[in-house]
Structure formats: structure tokens, C-alpha cells
């Protein structure tokens, strides 16, 4: 709890504050519920530091309409926003049941090929939607990925914080000099706070998908420094190294490569073909365990 939160038991529009369940950069998040029919949702309350920062306001009413404007089910859903007593903004989202992308590995360290690949292929349907949208998302992480269980045994894959996002991307949207996102995700023109297309995304998620199957990140270090000097300079290491199927390893440097004109097109373009190592696999265990 902060100093600032808002009371169990207070109104924020419709619904009734029960607790504080997170805190982010811009944010302060909530569970609430309707006093009436009960529905849970999750609010998220710009925080009191930055509600006079017109930049910051800005990327947090560009996030509501980011995500309103997609309306994709691998989106968290926002469907209210408004302003407390004090000035500051809210929205009113879904309230989401599970764990992230980053709490599952590391429990488990990494992902099978077949496991991973029905995650991956609907994060790539959420920010694809985005991108016919005119939308980046610019900080795609496993923090932002989150994994509602099903009966079935799968995930429900929702697609978080759009709060850096950029609307209308084209050659020229963004600032030189202007660098936004987590250093261990983010691509070489990211890094160096150059102008900014979809293909941002896709080594984003490339770097999703080499976390997931080989267990290890392309490039770490001790400081965001080292870090981003990696990212603009270094080759990754072939992920096979740390025990990921060697017929990934094409795929996922391409996503991976310095150049954005050389990755793929599209975010399911890449997990199209990571899908077909992922049947080719499979048809090959099932012709051994069958005896052919």
C-alpha cells in the first residue's frame, strides 16, 4: 500500500475499491467491485506523482483509447475512464485471474516448442490487430503478458500495458532521442531512439520466443547500458546452445536480426513458421512412437 491509495470501500464511478492488487510506472491498480451485481473489475489510477506531467497523462489516456480502439480478445478490455475528485485519471478494465508470462517461466525456467507455441500464437493476433490499428505497442515483455488457465488445460493469453503505445506509426512519429521500453526487449532503433514501425513488435516477440524455449535471454548484463549496447551491436548467441529445437534457431534470428527491413513482415508470419517446426515435431514423435 502507498500513502496515496484509495480506501477499501470508497466509489470510483460504479464500483466499490476492495483493494490495491499492483503498482506500475504511471499506475496504481485496484480490485473493485459492483456494489449491486457484484462484477469484479481491475481499476487503474494514474499516480499522484505524475498526474502534472502532461506527457505522462497523455500516454495514459493514449493507453485507454489504445486498447478501446483494437477491441481484440487477447486485449485486456477497458470499458469505463474518468477523473477522481482530486483531478486524477482512471480507467475501469477486466479483472484478469492468473499469472504472468514471466511468473510462469520462472517457475518452470522454459516452455516446450508445442507448449509455448499456442501462447505465442495469440500474443501475435493481439498486436497484429494492433498494427492494422496503426498501433505499436513498444514494450511487449513476459511482464505483459498475461495467462488466464482454461478448462482445456491452455491459456487464454491477454496482451497488458499499452501505455507507451504509438498511434498513427508511420516513417516519421517518433522523437530522435526519444527511447521507451524495457532495455532487454527492446530493438536496436528502439534503443537508439530512432523512428519507430511494427518491427519493433515483431523483435519484441522474437525475444519473447527465445526467452520461452531456450530458458536464457539474447542479451543481458549489470546495467541498462550494457544492455542496449548489446542489443545495437552484438549478435545473439544461436538459441539451440541452451537447448531449444536447432530448427528455431533460423527463425528466431531473423526476428532477432539489426536490421528491421530483414525480420519477418508480421508477428504471425514468425510464429507461422515457429507453428510449423512445432508439427513437424510433433509428426516426427508420433511416427516413433508408433513404430514407423
Same mark, same amino acid.
Given at each position: 500500500?502507498?500513502?496515496?491509495?484509495?480506501?477499501?470501500?470508497?466509489?470510483?464511478?460504479?464500483?466499490?475499491?476492495?483493494?490495491?492488487?499492483?503498482?506500475?510506472?504511471?499506475?496504481?491498480?485496484?480490485?473493485?467491485?459492483?456494489?449491486?451485481?457484484?462484477?469484479?473489475?481491475?481499476?487503474?489510477?494514474? /499516480?499522484?506523482?505524475?498526474?502534472?506531467?502532461?506527457? #505522462? *497523462?497523455? !500516454?495514459?489516456?493514449?493507453?485507454? +483509447?489504445? &486498447?478501446?480502439?483494437?477491441?481484440?480478445?487477447?486485449?485486456?478490455?477497458?470499458?469505463?475512464?474518468?477523473?477522481?475528485?482530486?483531478?486524477?485519471?482512471?480507467?475501469?478494465?477486466?479483472?484478469?485471474?492468473?499469472?504472468?508470462?514471466?511468473?510462469?517461466?520462472?517457475?518452470?525456467?522454459?516452455?516446450?516448442?508445442?507448449?509455448?507455441?499456442?501462447?505465442?500464437?495469440?500474443?501475435?493476433?493481439?498486436?497484429?490487430?494492433?498494427?492494422?490499428?496503426?498501433?505499436?505497442? /513498444?514494450?511487449?515483455?513476459?511482464?505483459?503478458?498475461? #495467462? *488466464?488457465? !482454461?478448462?482445456?488445460?491452455?491459456? +487464454?493469453? &491477454?496482451?497488458?500495458?499499452?501505455?507507451?503505445?504509438?498511434?498513427?506509426?508511420?516513417?516519421?512519429?517518433?522523437?530522435?532521442?526519444?527511447?521507451?521500453?524495457?532495455?532487454?526487449?527492446?530493438?536496436?532503433?528502439?534503443?537508439?531512439?530512432?523512428?519507430?514501425?511494427?518491427?519493433?513488435?515483431?523483435?519484441?516477440?522474437?525475444?519473447?520466443?527465445?526467452?520461452?524455449?531456450?530458458?536464457?535471454?539474447?542479451?543481458?548484463?549489470?546495467?541498462?547500458?550494457?544492455?542496449?549496447?548489446?542489443?545495437?551491436?552484438?549478435?545473439?548467441?544461436?538459441?539451440?546452445?541452451?537447448?531449444?529445437?536447432?530448427?528455431?534457431?533460423?527463425?528466431?534470428?531473423?526476428?532477432?536480426?539489426?536490421?528491421?527491413?530483414?525480420?519477418?513482415?508480421?508477428?504471425?508470419?514468425?510464429?507461422?513458421?515457429?507453428?510449423?517446426?512445432?508439427?513437424?515435431?510433433?509428426?516426427?514423435?508420433?511416427?516413433?512412437?508408433?513404430?514407423?
Amino acid at each position: 500500500m502507498t500513502d496515496d491509495s484509495i480506501a477499501e470501500g470508497t466509489m470510483v464511478g460504479e464500483y466499490e475499491i476492495v483493494r490495491q492488487i499492483g503498482v506500475g510506472g504511471m499506475g496504481v491498480v485496484y480490485l473493485a467491485v459492483h456494489p449491486v451485481i457484484g462484477k469484479k473489475v481491475a481499476i487503474k489510477v494514474l /499516480r499522484p506523482e505524475v498526474a502534472g506531467d502532461e506527457d #505522462l *497523462v497523455n !500516454r495514459f489516456v493514449t493507453e485507454a +483509447r489504445s &486498447v478501446n480502439s483494437i477491441d481484440h480478445q487477447n486485449i485486456i478490455d477497458v470499458f469505463a475512464f474518468g477523473r477522481l475528485a482530486d483531478g486524477r485519471h482512471y480507467y475501469v478494465m477486466e479483472y484478469l485471474k492468473g499469472l504472468s508470462l514471466e511468473e510462469l517461466l520462472e517457475k518452470r525456467g522454459h516452455l516446450s516448442l508445442t507448449d509455448a507455441v499456442p501462447i505465442f500464437r495469440q500474443i501475435a493476433d493481439a498486436v497484429d490487430a494492433a498494427h492494422e490499428r496503426h498501433i505499436i505497442h /513498444r514494450d511487449l515483455k513476459p511482464d505483459n503478458i498475461f #495467462l *488466464v488457465p !482454461r478448462r482445456s488445460g491452455r491459456y +487464454r493469453v &491477454v496482451v497488458l500495458d499499452f501505455g507507451i503505445a504509438k498511434l498513427n506509426f508511420g516513417p516519421h512519429t517518433t522523437a530522435t532521442g526519444m527511447v521507451m521500453g524495457t532495455p532487454l526487449y527492446m530493438s536496436p532503433e528502439q534503443c537508439l531512439g530512432q523512428n519507430l514501425d511494427h518491427r519493433t513488435d515483431v523483435y519484441a516477440l522474437g525475444t519473447i520466443c527465445y526467452r520461452t524455449l531456450a530458458g536464457r535471454l539474447p542479451f543481458d548484463g549489470e546495467s541498462v547500458q550494457v544492455v542496449m549496447y548489446q542489443q545495437i551491436s552484438n549478435m545473439p548467441p544461436t538459441p539451440s546452445n541452451f537447448g531449444s529445437h536447432p530448427a528455431v534457431d533460423a527463425i528466431l534470428l531473423r526476428a532477432l536480426d539489426k536490421d528491421p527491413q530483414q525480420r519477418h513482415e508480421s508477428l504471425n508470419a514468425m510464429v507461422a513458421e515457429l507453428a510449423a517446426v512445432a508439427g513437424m515435431s510433433s509428426g516426427a514423435r508420433d511416427a516413433v512412437h508408433s513404430g514407423q
